[in-house]
Nanobody, 128 residues
Framework: QVQVVESGGGLVQPGGSLRLSCAAS????????VGWFRQAPGKEREGVSC????????YYGDSVKDRFTISRDNARNTVYLQMNSLKPEDTAVYHC?????????????????????WGQGTQVTVSS
């Protein structure tokens, strides 16, 4: 059975940092592009970042560029999202998922609407 588990969320003050982890069982993450997504209260889920399976290329949404860093640890079968300079608007439930490709032909991150199954996610709250 394929399962991904997100962890590492929590409550942090503005300007703080968190590192999220995406661990998988029944699935080798290094065989897939892996995306991070988030859903804030009252908003649609959006793509945040993605790392490719081929050359390790990374991609970011405009709102997190230069603040978030995605990476892999293939030995641990885990993908990380390092989040720095956090803002209140980063508050959301964060999910990860294996995706076919990181970026569509239109140049956008893989749309979350095309992902059928989601894990529990991990809550990130940025507040003073």
């Amino acid at each position: 059975q394929v399962q991904v588990v997100e962890s590492g969320g929590g409550l942090v003050q503005p300007g703080g940092s968190l590192r999220l982890s995406c661990a998988a069982s029944g699935l080798r993450l290094d065989s897939y592009a892996v995306g991070w997504f988030r859903q804030a209260p009252g908003k649609e889920r959006e793509g945040v970042s993605c790392i490719s399976s081929t050359d390790g290329s990374t991609y970011y949404g405009d709102s997190v560029k230069d603040r978030f860093t995605i990476s892999r640890d293939n030995a641990r079968n885990t993908v990380y999202l390092q989040m720095n300079s956090l803002k209140p608007e980063d508050t959301a439930v964060y999910h990860c998922a294996a995706v076919p490709i990181c970026v569509t032909s239109k140049g956008t991150l893989w749309p979350p609407a095309r992902i059928a199954d989601w894990g529990q996610g991990t809550q990130v709250t940025v507040s003073s």
